[in-house]
């Protein structure tokens, strides 16, 4: 573990964090190694952001460090790096919407805690979300949605997944724009987050502290 | 209970015009009125009651006018307004950046932006150093694909070369040009009749006794969202506050010194002394204290403080939730702008800002959609009551658009404002 490593990408230098990784892969550092470090990086990350020192703009440039990361070391790696072995989060914003600054937010927190996240993106269609769930099982499906319209095709996914005999095994999390608690009974969602952090609580308590 | 009675029924439209039209403009002077104005910023919930698309209810002018005179006469409110825009005008240039019902959406979608990296980090230099030979010869054509042969023109700065500038004008008959310009035409001539369109919905609604809404006027932007919504987008305006803030900064005040001279010189033409501004990445959330301070707020207060020197009230959509901003609100000169609020607590809005801004908002969306009867009674008296105190008030929902909302509610809701929003 390189912890200067992990210092710089945490403190949003990016080039001297890029410029250390090509040195590191050139001594020899076991490309592995790097990838953890980043990891480590970006839960660093996520707890600055919890803590209200960083906002989007450093999850975003941390974003693009990790990709600009990868890229280097990717060509090295001889073999795939693990799979996460998370509970796995469907994710998605709701039909007829395609906002998603805050559904990108909230994959990013649930991914830096240990979450396996399927992203659906946006504009989902209410079916996507009924055969996603079919297909891959998720504990936990999170529905982001802002614009005003959303509340009622959050309550179509919600009903679909009841239609589809499916309700029983998923805990439904909604969130984003003015989505709050009156949303949340309308739609028959289990919980509403006002945040990404909440949105990790609600992981956590559901799936016992992941 | 005795049944409420509406103590607007009766009057006459010209009579109602004049108190509606007196009670928001105390109410935005930061003065008590009469009682709480209200104003219905309708959108969608137009086409919702009428049984219409929502695509005709942005394409068909007159669709909309009886729809918002039909609902304006149910309600009862003190202004009201309808859809966002038209889009005539961004369907004939074939704007990237809009989707509306029934083109790339469904007819009975909602309205959206579709935010882009329209302009890309290598673009600082020419946007600082000419931004409207930039926006005319590079962005536009990248934007609105129909003017794509803007792209050919000479740099606008040549025009200053007196006779030899009349050099240039050949290309002006090059095939893509000559499009490009018809094109422009027929945007201009159809963007005029959506125009004429506003100002006769605004007279139709005058004359059955309804006030104009209090964000009549031009539409500008704080700098910073300027760069970020239709320019960096947000990813790259992140990036930007990161890697490139000298730049940022730099085009800011560009943008801020064009946007102040647009608002001034709308305001002598038309006679409206409103500039509507937006919000966006100011909102708690986006970014942190310290770069609110050095990236959105600087140049935000400025414009409105220019606005208010010139006579002009900035009439500030507060997107978001502002709960952790609120302090510097009441920087603003006092009385002198006015703050609608979306998502804010409303309260804390009113025992901060209430002194400096007449503040807008208070209901929710979501209780007009999934609340019951007594909920809505009970918080339009809280409202009233907290909010509504002392004036500076106007009662509205925290969005600009009632889609979903149930009409019965919304019904009690302005009902339980007329009648506990009385000052004595």
Redesign the interface.
Known sequence: MSDQLVQLIAD?E?ESALALVRRMLDQGVDPLAVLDDCRAAMSVVGQRFEA???????L??AG?MLKSISAEVKPRLQHAAGAKQGARVLLGTVK????D?GKDIVNFMLDVNGFQVTDLGVDVPVATFVEKIEALQPPIVALSGF???S??SMKETVDAIVAAGLRDKVKIMVGG????Q??C??VKADAFGK?AMAAVALAKQWTGGN | MTPFVDPDLGKPADQLFGERLTRLTTALQLKQPDRIPIVLGAGYLLADMYGVTRQEQHENGETEIQMLLKAAEYFQPDSIFGAFNNPSASLIVGDRMTKFPGHGLDPNGSFQFVEGEYMKPEDYDAFIDDPADWAIRKYWPRVFPALEGLSLLPPLGMAAFGHYSLFSLGILTAPPVVQALQTLGKAAAAQAAVDARTVETTQRLAAAGFAPPPLAGSVIEAPFDFMSDTLRGMRGIMLDIHRRPEKLLAAMEKVLKFELEYAIAFSNATGLKTAFIPLHRGSDGFMSLPQFEKFYWPTLKAMQETLVENGIMPFVFYEGVWDQRLKYLAELPRGKTAGWFQFSDIFKVKEIVGDTMCIQGGMRNSMLQAGTAEEVREFTKRLCKEVGRGGGFIMSVGVGEMEGCRPDLVKIWIETTKEYGVYA
């Open positions: 949003m990016e209200g020192e960083y906002f989007i703009p450093e975003i440039l693009e007829g919407d395609i906002h600054i614009l005003t319209l509340y009622t724009g003015t989505i709050d009156q949303v009974d309308y945040d």
